[in-house]
């Protein structure tokens, strides 16, 4: 272990605000130092706002009465044989001992104790009042309540409002392999041995596998917290270590205490214990920064460390608050069901989240590593520091983090290009899901703990990034980036909702726009979906376009979910918009729309009567833009002219809209197809992965359809000049980072649509591999390309090679590229195989078994087996992977993702039937309705599009 640094904290200046009723906030300055609140006395209770319950009847919300101040908390988990001695009789391995003190206060007065548990079996309990010099036992009877996994405590006599109780209780839990609570994993060292670590997920709901607690996010605590564990390991959590002593009762066993916590709830409570090492550094401002893995990943371990110890300093500046604990731990737990979790001093991450190689990784796992990395120290403000009351503000958490994290990349590597990123990555992505009738907005009611997994999706995420972007775009940086520090000083500790947020971001804009960021910001987080907005020159005069708004759906005819209420789906929209004789895209002229149907407006002095203009520069507004026919085919004739005129941000957007509103039935298909004439001279990332993204829908409809050959043959004209310019002759040394993601791009779409230079070249290097193991040929960046087109081209031979490479590799990222190459063959019978090895754990980890069923859903051989599979290991699936949307509502969405016949729809709903989806509903719902859109689609498009290809 390493000395540790004596605690530092930061003294910022704080301001006492006052919020009043009507919204107005008053401020006086103060010269108090803030810091982490000492360890006595015990904080007092925090619930600092109860949000009005969700409407639908719900009994599952604890109760007031009893609130948590303290947890005194002692774990002791048993991960080998040899572990279980006559301490611990019994079958007992993959268990641990608990014990735990609660101190907590009366609020009102009553005789029961409510607080969840879940999958633990109590040994002793006892209640008393903490001013009873006798310590006389209160509790009468205790019982549990499966369906809520509530713990309820029945006194003998009432307690007494404001006095202040202990519960004591002893238990025994299970480290089960469910990636959820506190749980077992583990991996293959160097010497072919199974090594075992015990580690945590409680986020939403399971820190209640982990002992008898509050599980709500409102019900903030400090933890005191002590583990026993094997002197040969490791123990960590929250807070630094204060004493590591040997366990006199148990020979061979350490007994490490923590740092009490700060005041925090139990979703953030984190503990891991382990053989792993680690690397350290220390911020600038003296935090303590440890990057922790299995013995035989240390290596790649120093590229996180360098991007945390940096992004760490950046959000300390960017917020103006201190980092508010002395270390920060991060690590790579070999099994972990979400990419990371931001627990408050531990934050845990999935290895390809942490681990990056620059012998053997891509460009893309350098930038998946630094952009969790930067999201997960985002929450230590945005979510740890300050917390929602309830999952209903998960967004507040996630959204943020989503938009923030691209800021911390952007300042550590500036030439990324990661703003402009963000259209591409987050923008675009959850458009398409927006436009869904079966949608939700941002800020939608939960209740069961299924319901909540549900809301962790690309809505809470990426729209709530997408109107935070545009929020900061609206108000300006600068008084975006003072309320933001507004907010989180005067919430520090404490528990808010939206409207915190929007009040003090309304309070910092007081004296620029003096806008009320609440009624803009409702419209766009009280109501799914968002608006097309529409532009259209008036015949009488060409300097005045009418500016009108509707809610765009992807499908008009599908009926639009109404349980969540609506604003009468029209939205506060501040767009902007320039021409060709200004062509300012810096600081172009905008108009507002007050929640209007339609609004003349003037496009600016200047411009000519036969002047393209262009609307939502730099697309920083979260909506769709559409022209008159005109304007449209200006627009294309300056992309053929000289496409470089147009901001990169903007050819990407005409793009991504005009192919969606041809989906819509908004703008036909001709005039979106005809957008990509120019590609052949286009040489930008942002436009060919836009481009990419809609042409891969019309390849998905078109694999079974004749229009596919067309389709074929022009994306070959159009990419062969690109992949002629970038090649193979990858440097991920020295080429620009963009320029990497595009060469991949080029060479994956040539090899994809069968230029023969691409898969003979693929073929080659595959093949040259296989000859020789020791020396790997192939470019990190071009793996994934290579391993799959080897495969893909092969037989029986190649796909074995690539399973053998898959069990051998020890780097994660490397097994994810296997992973995906796998699901590429042509032969059905090995896609079979492939997909009996998902419930393997002696091959596939657990974490991965879904991506090898959604990976054989992407192949157009493997579809149909991929479905059979998923509904043959339905009540399987069910079980394991239930409880994460993300990996279960993935699952149902990839492999119904290509269905555009009757047929298909009367299967999928055929399997609904009498089926609970749990927190895959949503998913489910929503694969109806894509299908429904997608035969639409073929219905109606599908012959003049290959005829378009065809002519062209």
């Known amino acids: ?254 007994e490490t205490v923590y740092k009490r916590t700060p005041n925090m709830p139990t979703y953030l409570l984190a503990f891991v214990v382990s053989d792993f090492v680690y690397t350290e550094d220390t911020t600038t401002n003296g935090v303590l920064f440890r990057v922790w893995s299995r013995p035989g990943a240390k290596e790649a371990q120093a590229y996180a460390l360098d991007q945390g ?177 507004e907010y989180l000083m005067l919430h520090s500790y404490g528990n808010t909702d939206s409207d915190d947020l929007w009040a003090a971001l309304t309070y910092a804009d007081r004296d620029h726009g003096g806008r009320d960021v609440k009624k803009i910001m409702d419209t766009w987080t009280l109501q799914m979906g968002y608006p097309l907005v529409s532009f259209d020159r008036l015949d009488s005069d060409n300097t005045k376009v009418n500016v009108t708004q509707k809610h765009f759906l992807i499908n008009p005819d599908s009926p639009v979910e109404d349980k969540y209420g609506d604003l009468g789906y029209v939205w506060e929209v501040e767009v902007s918009h320039t021409h060709k004789s200004e062509m300012e895209f810096d600081d172009p002229i905008r108009s507002f729309l007050a929640r209007e149907s339609g609004v003349v407006v003037d496009l600016a002095s200047g411009i000519k009567t036969d002047d393209w203009y262009l609307a939502n520069v730099k697309q920083y507004g979260y909506y769709r833009i559409n022209y008159d026919a005109e304007n449209w085919e200006r627009l294309t004739a300056q992309l053929n002219a000289d496409h470089t005129m147009l901001p990169v941000e903007n050819r990407a957007q005409l793009i991504d809209d005009a192919f969606n509103m041809a989906r819509s039935g908004d703008l036909d298909q001709v005039t979106a197809l005809a957008l990509t004439n120019y590609l052949d001279k286009e040489t930008e990332y942002l436009p060919w992965d836009a481009t990419l993204a809609v042409m891969a829908y019309i390849r998905d409809m078109f694999s079974r359809y004749s229009g596919y050959g067309p389709l074929e043959k022009y994306m070959l004209e159009k990419i062969t ?126 974490q991965d078994a879904t991506y090898v069923i959604r990976y054989t859903a992407d192949n157009y051989v493997g579809r149909a087996l991929a479905w059979d599979f998923t509904r043959a290991n339905w009540d399987k699936l069910r079980e394991d992977f239930g409880g994460s949307s993300f990996s279960f509502g993935n699952l149902i969405n990839d492999v119904t993702q290509h269905f555009n016949t009757e047929f298909d729809l009367e299967q999928l709903i055929e399997f609904g039937v009498g089926r609970d989806f749990g927190s895959a509903t949503r998913a489910y719902e929503q694969a109806i309705e894509k299908t429904k859109i997608n035969i639409k689609w073929m219905q109606e498009n599908a012959e003049e599009v290959a005829q378009w290809l065809e002519d062209q």
């Open 1 to 254: 272990m390493s000395a540790y640094k004596v605690h530092w904290c930061l003294a910022v200046i704080i301001k006492i605000v006052c919020i009043y009723p009507n919204g107005a906030i008053s401020q006086v300055a103060t010269d108090t130092p803030v810091s982490e609140p000492e360890p006595e006395p015990e904080p007092e209770p925090t619930t600092t706002k109860m949000m009005t319950p969700t409407p639908e009847p719900w009994n599952g919300r604890l109760p007031y009465n009893v609130i948590p101040v303290r947890y005194e908390l002692t774990l002791t988990p048993y991960l080998y044989p040899e572990d279980v001695g006559d301490t611990a009789p019994g079958d007992r391995r993959f268990t641990f001992d608990g014990e735990v003190n609660i101190h907590a206060k009366c609020h009102e007065v009553t005789d029961m104790i409510t607080m969840h548990i879940n999958n633990i079996t109590i040994h002793t309990l006892k209640v008393v009042k903490m001013t009873d010099s006798s310590q006389t036992d209160l509790l009468d009877s205790y019982s549990i309540d499966e369906n809520y996994q509530f713990l309820h405590l029945k006194l003998n006599t009432m307690m007494e409002k404001d006095e202040d109780y202990e519960i004591f209780i002893t238990y025994l839990g299970e480290l089960w392999n469910g990636l959820a609570g506190f749980y077992r994993s583990s991996y293959i060292n160097e010497a072919g041995e199974e090594v075992w670590l015990a580690t945590t997920q409680m986020q939403a709901t399971d820190a209640r596998r982990a002992l008898p607690c509050w599980d709500e996010p409102d019900f903030r605590a400090v933890f005191d917290t002590t583990i026993r564990h094997r002197a040969d390991m490791v123990a960590l959590s929250n807070s630094i270590e204060t004493s590591i002593t040997d366990w006199e009762a148990y020979p061979g066993w350490k």
């Open 309 to 485: 110890t940096r992004q760490t300093t950046y959000f300390e500046e960017y917020f103006d608050i201190a980092y508010p604990l002395e270390k920060q731990d991060m690590m790579a737990i070999p099994d972990f069901s979400a990419g990371a979790m931001e627990n408050w001093g531990l934050i845990l991450y999935r290895e390809t989240a942490l681990l990056y190689d620059p012998e053997v990784n891509s460009a893309s796992n350098k930038q998946r590593v630094s952009v969790v990395v930067s999201h997960e120290l985002a929450h230590q403000w945005f979510g740890n520091l300050v917390t929602p009351i309830w999952w209903d503000d998960l967004w507040l958490n996630e959204g943020f983090a989503s938009y923030v994290e691209y800021l911390g990349v952007n300042h550590t590597e500036p030439t990324w290009e990661m703003m402009a990123q963000f259209l591409v990555s987050d923008l675009h992505y959850v458009f398409t899901l927006d436009a869904l009738g079966t949608s939700h907005p941002v800020r939608v009611p939960v209740n069961s703990p299924e319901e909540i997994s549900e809301i962790f999706d690309t809505i809470s995420y990426s729209k709530g990034a997408s109107i935070l972007r545009m929020l900061n775009w609206i108000l300006t940086e600068e008084v975006f980036s003072i309320g933001l520090s």
């Open 721 to 846: 000049p690109l992949y002629q310019d970038l090649g193979w002759n990858d440097d991920p040394i020295n080429d620009p980072h963009l320029e990497q993601y595009n060469r991949i791009n080029a060479v994956h779409t040539a090899c994809f649509y069968g230029l023969e230079d691409c898969r003979q070249t693929a073929s080659m290097l595959y093949h040259e591999y296989m000859g020789n193991t020791s020396v790997n040929p192939i470019t990190p960046n071009l793996k994934d390309i290579t391993y799959c087109n080897g495969i893909r081209e092969g037989g029986q031979d190649e796909w074995e090679f690539g399973l053998e490479r898959y069990q051998i590799t020890t780097d994660s990222s490397e097994k994810s590229k296997w992973l995906y190459a796998l699901a590429c063959s042509q032969e059905p019978w090995i896609l079979s195989r492939y997909l009996e090895l998902a419930f393997d754990d002696s091959v596939v980890r657990r």
